[in-house]
């Protein structure tokens, strides 16, 4: 197992991005697609495994149409959603519909626009399986977490009227709630399944198959343990923040503040204090959702990785750990806040080093016999439009 | 010569390779597996240089000469190079950088600050009254349902409030002669408020009215509403956010859902920016206009006041308005959508001093 390594520097990367926001702020936006392909090079070209690395095909002009139909759609779905509020709820809803075509396209069009080492990656998943994946299990769980529950909460009483619930229903009503949320439980586990595979074994590596074999039961159990742990971590935050306030202030003073707030002459003793625990409570919330973030990302990217392999003979793994990410993705945030975003560009090859280093695959087959298939040509629209609506597609390593 | 590896076409099997110029019109490029390639430099497609990332050669044949030596590249080949090439050139140069450090910071802040409410202004004013309508439309409808009661004036009180402001108040908007102006009385379980809609409809909440102590106080607030509706404040919203959203989008780009959490806490701020500016504005219309009819300004910082010791005494309220929450200079004002009521009432008193010497009109400085 060899690890890949990233090449890329944080100074260098910041001068192609401030040239990047010069351009498009003198060309007012349309130079946008040549440079997130100036971007997406640097960072698959700095990409390397023994020498050989990464490359983003895609040219500015091939995603320029794609870009301008995505801008039209994006500003008619903002003015719409800010003159009616029907119409944005509306226009989610048919983006809900569109969501497993515009993953599709961007999965065809991303890898077939993606090579390493001179081999083009391709897609081969198909249309309807995106809809099964990406439009009717979300649809399930979404009903069996709050539709059954709901429903069942507060339909049942209402169709009854308040006499007609017998006592025996009562009792079946909770224990009807209780296996609902726990079927959108299993489903959950299912999906992540479901939807990583459909992922990987549809994508090709020239003539190569990616294959993987998931198991629910794998899925469920690290969410398990990730709620767990958000309990724990919750738990220990509360805590934490509430032994600050009564050290600090204590009960009393808490009360007199309450008080106080009513009383425009009384002074605020202690306002600037509690301002500032409130500041430091909502920045402790964010790193601790962070932290099991960091977690539940590691633990599935691990699993996957060790059970994914390229024609069964390239396997591959992940070392990431959930320790490293979280502080990664902490010191990053306070940093981007601290430089108001001058930052993003040394933030972003810190982020990249450290997952493309702790990806490692299996070498000693080689890459050799690797030769890219011949495909039509794509259009890059499905792909632009999910980028503009920020559709999460996650192909990266 | 420039060291790299040669792929063939497609193919991920790669030899160690040598290019050499040999006249400025064939190159050579030798395979440590013995083989010689030859052809015109003329049919080589150099790919564009991107900090020092492998250059990717492409031959006639479709084989790929890659390599690492991108200065060597940028030396043999200057004539094949792209026009492309410039933005290397501005990337790498450490004035360019600078320069364009300085053009986006500047550039950014007074997009932010005036280009933003500038572009939606015109934009607004632009476009017909009907678009102020669209916008209206249904929302009356909407509160109705969902959040207004019916109020419990008297007819009487209520057509004497409505004779009043058609006689008295309807006449000193002369700037925009397609606004119908429309009052409507509705309950909100104790808030008191008035709120315009672009098309012209103004609703006062039975608290407000109950409030108001004297016809000056009411107009105040009335001619504060019809401000947002002459500026057309909801429309200069609409454009703005959407100006906002397309900014963001561009410059965050594909960025993850990170950096979308410090985003959205600035868009928060820039909107709210732009709120409070509508409020000032609005103010203004209204002192100036009650210049022009002599009405004493002073009566908005009264009506003010006592809305904000009312809200304040009465925590219920709190609830529904925490934005008036009377905390001066806190960094939560960043993030309000209404200037706080101190500094709202210190312009109404300079108006007030104004109409005191007689004045028909008042100059201010305005402070951020």
């Known amino acids: 197992m060899k690890a890949l390594c990233f090449k890329g520097s944080g100074s260098e990367y910041f001068k192609i991005w401030i040239v990047n926001i010069l351009l498009i702020i003198v060309t007012l936006g349309l130079y946008y697609p040549w440079a997130k392909v100036r971007n997406h090079r640097y960072f698959y070209a700095n990409t390397i495994l023994e020498e050989r690395n990464f490359e983003y095909h895609a040219t500015g002009k091939q995603l320029f149409l794609g870009f301008l139909v995505a801008m039209v759609l994006f500003i008619t779905y903002i003015v719409i959603s800010k003159i009616l509020p029907i119409g944005g709820f509306m226009i989610m809803g048919i983006l809900f519909v569109a969501i497993p075509w515009l993953i599709w396209r961007s999965l065809k069009f991303s890898l077939k626009m993606t090579s390493f080492s001179n081999v083009r990656f391709g897609f081969k998943g198909t249309l309807r399986q995106a809809y099964i994946n990406f439009f009717v299990f979300p649809f399930l769980f979404i009903l069996a977490l709050y539709g059954v529950p709901m429903g069942v909460a507060v339909g049942v009483p209402m169709m009854l009227g308040e006499e007609g619930v017998a006592p025996w229903l009562q009792a079946i009503l909770p224990l009807a709630i209780i296996i609902s949320i726990g079927f959108a439980f299993y489903l959950y586990g299912f999906m992540k399944k479901k939807n990583t595979s459909y992922r990987l074994n549809g994508t090709r590596y020239g003539q190569g198959i990616f294959e993987t074999n998931l198991e629910v039961k794998k899925f469920l159990f690290i969410l398990l343990k990730t709620i767990g742990m958000s309990i724990l971590v919750i738990g220990v935050f509360v805590l934490l923040i509430g032994s600050v306030v009564y050290t600090t202030i204590g009960l009393e003073g808490v009360l007199e503040m309450k008080y106080n707030m009513n009383n425009p002459q009384a002074g605020h003793t202690g306002l600037g204090l509690m301002m500032m625990i409130y500041i430091s409570a909502y920045l402790g919330f964010i790193f601790s959702s962070m932290l099991i973030m960091a977690y539940s990302i590691t633990r599935q990217r691990s699993y996957i990785y060790q059970n994914t392999s390229l024609d069964k003979k390239i396997s591959f793994a992940s070392t990431l750990k959930a320790k490293s990410l979280a502080w990664v993705m902490v010191t990053n945030f306070i940093v981007i806040l601290l430089t108001l975003g001058l930052a993003f560009p040394w933030t972003k090859v810190r982020m990249a080093r450290l997952i493309v280093e702790n990806t490692l695959v299996d070498t000693e087959a080689g890459f050799y016999e690797y030769i890219t298939q011949k495909e039509k040509e794509e259009s890059s629209l499905g792909e632009q439009i999910g980028d503009a609506f920020d559709v999460d597609v996650g192909i990266g390593l | ?368």
């Open chain 2, 1 to 368: 010569m420039i060291q790299g590896r040669w792929y063939e076409k497609g193919s991920a099997t790669s030899y160690k390779a040598i290019f050499q110029d040999i006249d400025n019109i064939y190159y050579k490029i030798e395979l440590d597996n013995g083989r010689n390639l030859k052809g015109l430099i003329e049919a080589l497609s150099v790919g564009n240089r991107l900090g020092n990332v492998e250059r990717k050669i492409i031959l006639e044949d479709g084989s790929l000469f890659a390599t690492k030596e991108n200065d060597k590249v940028d030396e043999l080949l200057k004539n094949k190079l792209k026009i492309n090439h410039f933005i290397h050139t501005l990337e790498t140069h450490i004035r360019w950088v600078v320069v364009a450090l300085v053009v986006t910071v500047l550039f950014s802040f007074s997009f932010f600050k005036w280009g933003i409410p500038y572009a939606s202004k015109q934009i607004a004013h632009a476009l017909p009254h009907k678009t102020n309508q669209l916008i209206a439309s249904n929302t009356l409808d909407y509160l109705d349902k969902y959040i207004f009661n019916k109020s419990t004036l008297s007819i009487q009180e209520m057509n004497k409030i409505r004779v009043h402001f058609k006689t008295n108040l309807v006449p000193l908007s002369i700037e925009d002669k397609s606004i119908t102006y429309t009052l409507h009385f509705r309950d909100w379980s104790d808030v008191p408020n008035a709120l315009a809609l672009p098309s012209g409809d103004i609703i006062l909440t039975d608290k407000f009215v109950e409030l108001c102590k004297s016809q000056e106080e009411m107009d105040a607030v009335l001619l504060h509403e019809m401000g947002h509706i002459v500026h057309r404040h909801s429309l200069e919203m609409v454009i703005q956010s959407t100006f906002v959203s397309v900014a963001v989008m561009l410059i965050v780009g594909d960025s993850n859902g990170l950096a979308d959490m410090g985003v959205g806490l600035g868009s928060l701020m820039v909107s709210s920016a732009y709120s409070r500016g509508h409020e000032t504005e609005a103010d203004l219309y209204a002192f100036e206009h009650m210049l022009t009819a002599n009405m004493n300004p002073k009566a908005f910082s009264r009506i003010m006041n006592r809305m904000t010791e009312y809200i304040q005494s009465d925590k219920s309220i709190t609830k529904h308005k925490p934005e008036t929450k009377n905390s001066e200079d806190s960094i939560l004002d960043y993030l309000s959508s209404h200037p706080s009521t101190k500094k709202r009432v210190e312009i109404a008193n300079m108006f007030a001093e104004c109409y005191r010497k007689g004045l028909k009109s008042c100059k201010i400085e305005l402070m951020d």
